[in-house]
């Protein structure tokens, strides 16, 4: 088996797993914003299929106010920012944080177009 479809069925296992584990859903955003992964309870909660919502833009998921938060997560560490960064020992080139915040995402109900999440972004960037 390559390297290549270890890390894949990897990604898969800890999705499925992360899944299970926490009282919500999963999702993971590419370089592009997009959506790249929507885990399948996803309706439970935004009233979206997981199909929905693969593919879409952040903006479009998030209330706008709510977007400069994941700005936050996203950016390089700055005198302000009380979150540090930690060395992936396996990946030397590579680094991972994560923050945690409140956010209003979009859901599919008439009702109540947006719901208030705990978020907890967790970011990893390839230095190489």
């Not at 005198?79 to 540090?84: F, T």
């Not at 020992?89 to 719901?115: A, H, I, K, W």
Request: proline share 2%; aromatic share 10%; charged share 20%.
């Amino acid at each position: 088996m390559s390297d290549l479809n270890k890390l894949e069925n990897f990604n898969k296992l800890t999705q499925s797993r992360l899944h299970m584990a926490l009282d919500g859903f999963f999702f993971t955003i590419n370089h592009n914003c997009e959506l790249d992964f929507v885990s399948d309870n996803v309706g439970q909660y935004l009233k979206f299929s997981q199909e929905e919502l693969a593919g879409q833009n952040l903006h479009y998921c998030v209330h706008p106010s709510d977007v400069s938060e994941f700005s936050k997560a996203w950016a390089k560490k700055d005198a302000g920012d009380s979150l540090a960064s930690t060395t992936n020992f396996d990946q030397p080139n590579s680094q991972s944080r994560g923050r945690t915040f409140l956010c209003r995402m979009r859901t599919n109900d008439e009702s109540s177009l947006y719901v208030t999440m705990i978020i907890s972004v967790a970011v990893h960037r390839d230095s190489s």
